[in-house]
C-alpha cells in the first residue's frame, strides 16, 4: 500500500491529470480500511442523479458561443456609448464588460483573451497610462465570478448541496461591491479629456442598442425566470443556451453552423474535465467523512481558535493561498468537502461561506507570485510577470478590502435572500 502511495505522489509531481491522482487516492484509501472498491464507481455514478448538474455543461456551451461570436464588440461599443462620457468612463466600461463577460464564460482566461486586446489599445488611447490599464483588465477578468450564471457559484452549490438560486442572490451585492470600488479607483485615475475625445449622437446610441438589443435581454431572462418563479436552475439554463445558440447562429450570423461541431467539443472538454474532478472528489470526500477526518481536523482546529471571526480571518489566509496555486474548479472540488463541515461548527452559513470561498478564489487569481491571471495576461500583453505584479497591486489592495467586508458583514450576502429567497 505504502508502495502504491509513493507511486501516486511521484504521479501528481510529475503532472498527471488532477482525477487520475484523485481517483488513485480513493482507491488507495478505501482499500486500505478493507472497504469493497465497488463503493468508489457508486459514488462517481450517484454524481449523474444531481439535478442541478445539468446547467452546468448548457451554461459552458451558452459561454463558449458567445465568446466566439462579437458579443464582446457590441457590448463594449454600447457601454462605452451609454458610460463613456462620464470620468474614467472607458475604465469603468471595461470592468462592467468584463464582468458580464466572465459571469457568462465562468473564466477569467477566457476574459482576458477576448477583451484584452480590444480594451488595452483603447484604454491607452484614451489616455491611461499602460501599467493602470494592464493591471485593470488583469484584475478584472475574474470578477464576475459572483454575478449569475456564474459556473463556480453553480459547482459549489452542487459540492455543498445548497440552493443554486440563493447563491445566485448571495453574489449580486458583493460582487457590485467590488465594481464600485474598483470603479471608484478608476475614476480618481482617470486622464483629463483630450478636446478631441469621441462623442457620440444619439443615432450612435440607437444604432448600438439595435445591435445588441437581442444579447440584452440575457440576465433578465435568467435572474427574471429564476426568481419569477417560472423555471429552476436546470431549466434556466436550458433556455439560455438555446436563446444563445438562435441569436448568435441564427439573428447575428456571427458563428457558422458548421462551426457548431467544433464549439461543443470544445466546451464540452472543459465540462468533461469538471465532471470527472468531481465523481473523483466525490469518492474521496466520502471516504473522508467516514473516517470523520472533517470533525477530527475541527476538534484540533477548535483546541487553538474559540474565535468565529479568528477561523474566518485564517481561513481568507488559506484560501487566497489555494486560489493563487490552483483553477477554481479544482480548488472547489478539492477544499470545500473539508472546509464546510469545520465552517459549520463555527456557525459560518453555508451560502456565506460559499461568497467568501469564491471571493477569495477570485483575488487568489491575481495574486503574486503564482496567480494565474497574472501569468495569462502576461502572455497576453507580451510583457514580463514582474510589471504584471506592479500593475495589479493597487487593484489588489481594494479586492482585499471588499474580502474582509464580505467575510465580517454576513448581511451583505444575505439581504437579498431574505427580502426575494
Known amino acids: 500500500m505504502t508502495l502504491f502511495k509513493i507511486i501516486t505522489l511521484l504521479l501528481a509531481i510529475l503532472g498527471a491529470p488532477l482525477f487520475l491522482v484523485i481517483s488513485a487516492l480513493a482507491l488507495i484509501s478505501f482499500s486500505s480500511v478493507d472497504i469493497d472498491l465497488s463503493v468508489v464507481v457508486i459514488e462517481m455514478s450517484r454524481l449523474a442523479d444531481t439535478p442541478m448538474l445539468i446547467s452546468l455543461p448548457l451554461f459552458i456551451f451558452a459561454g463558449t458561443l458567445l465568446s466566439e461570436s462579437k458579443a464582446p464588440e457590441r457590448i463594449l461599443m454600447l457601454s462605452r456609448i451609454f458610460l463613456g462620457w462620464m470620468p474614467g468612463g472607458l475604465a469603468v466600461v471595461s470592468l462592467a464588460v468584463c464582468a458580464v463577460f466572465t459571469a457568462f464564460t465562468g473564466a477569467s482566461g477566457v476574459t482576458i483573451f477576448a477583451l484584452g486586446g480590444l480594451l488595452l489599445p483603447a484604454l491607452i488611447k484614451d489616455g491611461y497610462n499602460e501599467r493602470f490599464s494592464m493591471g485593470l483588465i488583469t484584475s478584472s477578468g475574474s470578477l464576475g465570478l459572483l454575478f449569475p450564471p456564474s459556473l463556480p457559484l453553480i459547482l459549489y452549490g452542487v459540492i455543498s448541496e445548497t440552493r443554486i438560486d440563493h447563491l445566485f442572490l448571495a453574489g449580486i451585492l458583493p460582487g457590485l461591491l467590488m465594481l464600485v470600488l474598483l470603479a471608484a479607483y478608476s475614476m ?36 427574471g425566470g429564476i426568481y419569477g418563479g417560472f423555471f429552476v436552475a436546470g431549466e434556466a439554463a436550458a433556455v439560455t443556451c438555446l436563446y444563445v445558440l438562435i441569436v448568435e447562429v441564427l439573428i447575428y450570423r456571427d458563428i457558422k453552423i458548421s462551426a457548431l461541431p467544433g464549439i461543443m467539443s470544445k466546451s464540452m472538454m472543459l465540462f ?29 482546529i477548535r483546541e487553538y481558535i474559540d474565535s468565529k471571526y479568528t477561523f474566518l480571518l485564517l481561513l481568507n489566509i488559506f484560501l487566497l493561498i489555494v486560489g493563487a496555486m490552483l483553477d477554481i474548479f479544482s480548488a472547489l472540488v478539492l477544499v470545500v468537502p473539508l472546509i464546510l463541515p469545520i465552517a459549520n461548527g463555527y456557525g459560518v452559513d453555508p451560502i456565506h461561506l460559499g461568497i467568501i470561498f469564491l471571493t477569495n478564489l477570485q483575488i487568489g487569481y491575481c495574486t503574486p507570485p503564482v496567480g494565474l491571471n497574472l501569468f495569462l495576461a ?42 426575494f429567497g
Open 188 to 223: 480618481r485615475q482617470s486622464p483629463t479629456a483630450p478636446d478631441n475625445k469621441q462623442r457620440y449622437s444619439g443615432k450612435d446610441a440607437l444604432s448600438a442598442l439595435r445591435q445588441s438589443a437581442w444579447e440584452l435581454p440575457l440576465p433578465v431572462i435568467i435572474l
Open 272 to 300: 468533461g474535465g469538471i465532471l470527472v474532478i468531481l465523481a473523483a472528489s466525490m469518492a474521496s470526500t466520502n471516504y473522508l467523512v467516514d473516517q470523520e477526518v472533517p470533525m477530527r481536523l475541527f476538534e484540533f
Open 378 to 419: 502576461s502572455y497576453r500583453f507580451e510583457k514580463p510577470i514582474v510589471e504584471l505584479y506592479r500593475s495589479t497591486l493597487p487593484f489588489l489592495a481594494l479586492l482585499l478590502i471588499t474580502l474582509v467586508v464580505i467575510t465580517y458583514f454576513p448581511w451583505l450576502s444575505q439581504v437579498l435572500i431574505r427580502t
